[in-house]
């Protein structure tokens, strides 16, 4: 939005009090989300010798890896477009908005239903249907992009998936392929290897399924 004669970012977290119903909105607020930024780097250098930079702290509630809460203080470098003059926002078409913030996410631009054209991802011609999975990967052990690559030997072939749903202690093997609803779910003490080669088409794999070489 514009305040003044300048652009500005509404942001969710720096204010506890906004009414996030009406804040996401799509009858009042008509674009969302600001994930790239092009900015003249001396325009950066010219603001920040001024000391200009003024961007609000958000507070952010974390659990460590080693289960100790702590709060992490940080600044949205998107807030920073109030500063420059004749900032403008650029709205893109869905198809060219690929965010990346889970592994979930990084599962479906590293598999086949993309391909890279013209320094852009675009959608295979080989899907038969508009639309993107659901993918749902378990953050127990998918969150961090090491342990989300230790699972897969290979990103399995996704172009006929419509919904996949993954939790606990599970492994790929090598060309795997998913299709239509797949759902697999190991649950604690439990793990399951899908073997190199298999085909889920409207499956549910849950209990134990692990391969032994010999």
């Known amino acids: ?52 930079f003024n961007l609000e702290i958000i507070r952010n509630e974390k659990t460590t890896d080693s289960g100790h809460r702590v709060i992490q203080l940080e600044t949205a470098a998107a ?33 086949n239903l993309y391909h890279l054209q013209n320094g852009a991802l675009s959608m295979s011609p080989k899907r038969q249907f508009p639309g993107v999975p659901l993918v749902k990967l378990g953050q127990d052990r998918f969150k961090k992009v090491k342990d989300f690559l230790r699972r897969f030997a290979n990103i ?8 996949l749903t993954v939790s606990g202690d599970v492994t790929f093997g090598k060309n795997v392929v998913l299709k239509g609803t797949v759902i697999i779910i190991a649950h604690h003490g439990e793990r399951i290897d899908i073997p190199a080669g298999s085909v889920l088409e409207n499956k549910i794999v849950s209990g134990n399924l692990r391969i032994v070489d010999h």
Request: hydrophobic letters at 50%; charged letters at 20%.
């Open 1 to 52: 939005m514009h305040a003044s004669t300048r652009a500005i970012i509404l942001l969710v977290f720096p204010n506890p009090f906004l009414q996030v119903d009406e804040f996401t909105s799509v009858n009042k607020f008509k674009i969302f989300n600001t994930n790239n930024l092009w900015i003249n780097m001396k325009a950066i250098n010219r603001l920040a010798e001024q000391k200009a």
């Open 79 to 111: 807030a920073a477009i109030k500063h420059f003059e004749g900032a403008v926002g650029i709205n893109v078409p869905r198809r060219r908005f690929l965010p990346v913030k889970m592994t979930s996410d990084l599962l479906l631009v590293m598999s």
């Open 156 to 163: 399995p072939d996704l172009l006929l998936l419509d919904h």
